[in-house]
């Protein structure tokens, strides 16, 4: 199967930090990019996306900034909280794959009260 | 609305036997896609099904296989269990412009 990075990351940050969880992708063909939350026993939920006409786009709490120069894309959460704690994953699509979407490995979100 | 369902949540199989996964997506929504999320392998795509036709398809083997419905409603079927097979099998509905898809909360396999 295909898949982007081959180990899982970590990243802990105190109650109340701002959060920064980066995703490389590989395909430069790629046109819209998804960031999802995934608890322990739960389905991925989405959070926020972002398409290739733009750089950024924010939500409530969060952040995606998309640099296609370097094909990165970061997640940045706002006054990170212990709700906040999960496994996070990037997930990329090319305008050509309809729902085909290629996953991170995922970076797991500690935060610490 | 009502979110994606999967069932069963939880399976348990043994080595040479097969088996089948339902997902019910969101309401409206027409297309169905399946991924296998293991340790090791992280979220791999499996197939998407729009409108009853297989759209796309993972790199998987031939023993993988689904359907969709008229109703939207999707299956997949796994023949001849592997030990490798063992995993979470998470199902996504799609139906807004933009694509994106929302998960149900996979049915967890463990092959013995």
């Known amino acids: 199967g295909e898949s982007v990075g081959l180990h899982l990351p970590t990243l802990s940050v105190q109650e109340g930090d701002n959060s920064i969880i980066n995703c490389a992708y590989s395909?430069?063909?790629?046109?819209?990019f998804i960031w999802y939350k995934q608890e322990s026993g739960k389905g991925p939920q989405f959070i926020i996306d972002?398409?290739?006409?733009?750089d950024k786009r924010q939500g409530q709490r969060v952040t995606v900034l998309l640099n296609k120069t370097v094909k990165h894309l970061s997640l940045q959460i706002a006054a990170t909280q212990p709700g906040d704690s999960a496994v996070y994953f990037c997930?990329?699509?090319?305008?050509?794959?309809?729902?085909?979407?290629?996953f991170g490995q995922g970076t797991e979100l500690s935060v610490k009260p | 609305k009502a979110g994606v369902t999967q069932t069963p949540r939880y399976l348990i199989k043994t080595r040479g036997q097969q088996v089948t996964l339902s997902c019910s997506p969101i309401?409206?929504?027409?297309?169905v896609s399946w991924y296998q999320q293991t340790p090791g392998q992280g979220l791999q795509f499996l197939f998407e099904?729009?409108?009853?036709?297989?759209?796309n398809k993972g790199n998987f083997p031939g023993r993988f296989s689904g359907r969709q419905f008229s109703n939207s409603r999707s299956e997949m079927n796994v023949s001849t269990l592997e030990l490798g097979d063992s995993a979470l099998y998470l199902c996504?509905?799609?139906?807004?412009?933009?694509?994106?898809?929302?998960f149900g909360p996979g049915t967890r396999l463990t092959v013995t």
């Open positions: 996504a509905s799609s139906g807004g412009g933009n694509g994106e898809q929302y």
């Open positions: 395909n430069s063909a790629s046109d819209y």
């Open positions: 972002i398409r290739s006409n733009m």
């Open positions: 997930a990329e699509r090319a305008y050509n794959q309809g729902g085909k979407l290629i």
């Open positions: 309401s409206g929504h027409r297309s």
């Open positions: 099904y729009f409108s009853e036709t297989q759209r």
